[in-house]
């Protein structure tokens, strides 16, 4: 493919600014390098992507809310009338984090219940604390290590689940980890801390395996030497 050079830009502009400010016959005069660094000296410099553009790039049209959600009961969080559906909305209501339940759960087959879900379904929402918010913004690579999980996770969820129509609501941790979530689809129930808990559980199981592997190729070492 041939490229046509149309104007005075780019290299070419810089190329001529060279050719000019050389002097005949001497091999002084500006260098290249020092034309372009003049060129592109003063211009500001571009700000990395914060973790809320990353989560919003990476998936169109999902929610992001900084909140505390370290104050909500653990157990609250599996219930089927816990208001997990507030937090699928630009500016979740404060109220979401003092809720208590008024009676006995409700079933998964409540018209309450199943609304709830089928609001949240094709949706993607994910809060943030503040404080895991502001070390993000002084710090890019934590916002995309983070966002690395996020992406893991949800991955990780899909081929448990296939069904392309699903809801994710994502609560992290100050550290960055997943504290919380709950997950919709047309096929399956809500879940939610039973997630992260079978991951761990999993996480942690792999991890004593390691360690068991690590031991035994320690003392096969010392056996042989």
Request: proline share 6%; hydrophobic share 35%.
């Amino acid at each position: 493919m041939d490229f046509a050079v149309t104007g005075k830009s780019g290299g070419y502009g810089l190329a001529e600014q060279f050719r000019k400010n050389a002097v005949p016959g001497k091999s002084e005069g500006a260098g290249f390098a020092e034309i372009a660094a003049a060129k592109t000296a003063g211009q500001p410099a571009v700000p990395e992507a914060s973790f809320k553009d990353l989560w919003q790039e990476r998936y169109p049209g999902a929610y992001y809310n900084v909140m505390d959600t370290s104050r909500i009961d653990g157990s609250l969080w599996g219930r089927n009338d816990y208001p997990w559906d507030k937090y699928f909305s630009s500016y979740a209501d404060d109220s979401v984090l003092d809720w208590k339940p008024s009676g006995a759960e409700p079933d998964m087959l409540d018209p309450k219940v199943q609304a709830k879900i089928n609001s949240t379904i094709g949706k993607k929402a994910i809060v943030v604390p503040p404080e895991l918010e502001e070390k993000m913004n002084h710090d890019p690579q934590l916002a995309k290590s983070v966002m690395a999980k996020v992406n893991d996770f949800i991955a990780e969820q899909d081929i448990m689940n296939p069904n392309p129509r699903k809801g994710y609501l994502i609560a992290l941790d100050q550290n960055g980890d997943i504290a919380h979530a709950c997950i919709t689809s047309e096929k399956m129930s809500v879940s939610s801390a039973e997630f992260i808990e079978a991951r761990r559980a999993g996480e942690e199981k792999y991890a004593e395996y390691e360690r068991m592997y690590k031991e035994s190729v320690l003392k096969q070492k010392l056996i042989k030497f």
